[in-house]
């Protein structure tokens, strides 16, 4: 069963405090994803793996890093969480050179 | 083989006139996204349909299950929608995207 996997699902941080989101996909899939989506923004890249620690930052990196030590693991970190930080994060992978982007179900952070 | 089929894949825009943008489907698709991608790799979402059309503007796309084919219009085309557009499909019951090859428009004076 080929899927992405997010947890959690919804999280509640205050500000200040570290946030840890989680993503797994069982396909094996060297390239992987961080997205936020926000109202009237569309898909913003955080960061893109492509392969195991090897990492790029994408259009809007600041105030995030990601870890991926497995390649069917990618997270993504906020240290110190910011208010502007509350979004939803979508997480994806897809095959090397695929065009087809495999989504996880997101993640609604709200950071107070 | 490819599963969605966008064209055209360049297409060069005087200010003021319009065109449109296809992506053809080998199969029967659930929805439709089309996106324009900004000079840092985010995709901005322009519309997204799961039947008939919408309009934002001077953009207009539409988007027939049954016929296997979405289109993006633009009309008076202007400087800033330069760049590169991409239709992506999903499934009935999928959460996979599949993106087009991707459309490179140019708008000049």
């Known amino acids: 069963d080929m899927k992405v996997t997010q947890m959690p699902r919804y999280l509640i941080k205050r500000m200040g405090e570290n946030v840890l989101l989680e993503c797994g996909q069982d396909m094996s899939h060297e390239t992987m994803y961080w997205y936020r989506q926000d109202p009237g923004l569309g898909l913003q890249l955080i960061y893109i793996?492509?392969?195991?620690?090897?990492?790029s930052e994408g259009d809007i990196p600041k105030g995030y890093r990601v870890s991926r030590k497995k390649r069917e693991h990618f997270s993504l970190i906020l240290d110190s969480a910011k208010t502007n930080q509350t979004s939803v994060y979508f997480c994806?992978?897809?095959?090397?050179?695929?065009?087809?982007?495999?989504f996880g179900s997101g993640t609604r952070l709200t950071v107070l | 083989g490819d599963q969605v089929e966008q064209s055209p894949s360049a297409l060069s825009l005087h200010e003021g006139t319009g065109s449109a943008l296809r992506c053809n489907f080998t199969t029967t698709m659930r929805a439709v996204q089309w996106f324009r991608k900004n000079s840092r790799g985010s995709l901005i979402n322009l519309f997204y349909?799961?039947?008939g059309t919408k309009e934002n503007g001077r953009l207009k796309s539409a988007f027939d299950s049954k016929e296997r084919y979405s289109t993006l219009h633009i009309r008076d085309a202007q400087l800033e929608d330069s760049g590169t557009y991409f239709c992506a499909a999903s499934y009935q019951g999928g959460r996979a995207l599949i993106f087009g090859t991707g459309t490179t428009v140019s708008v000049s004076p």
């Open positions: 994806a992978s897809s095959p090397r050179g695929g065009e087809t982007l495999y």
């Open positions: 793996s492509y392969d195991v620690d090897s990492n």
């Open positions: 349909l799961a039947s």
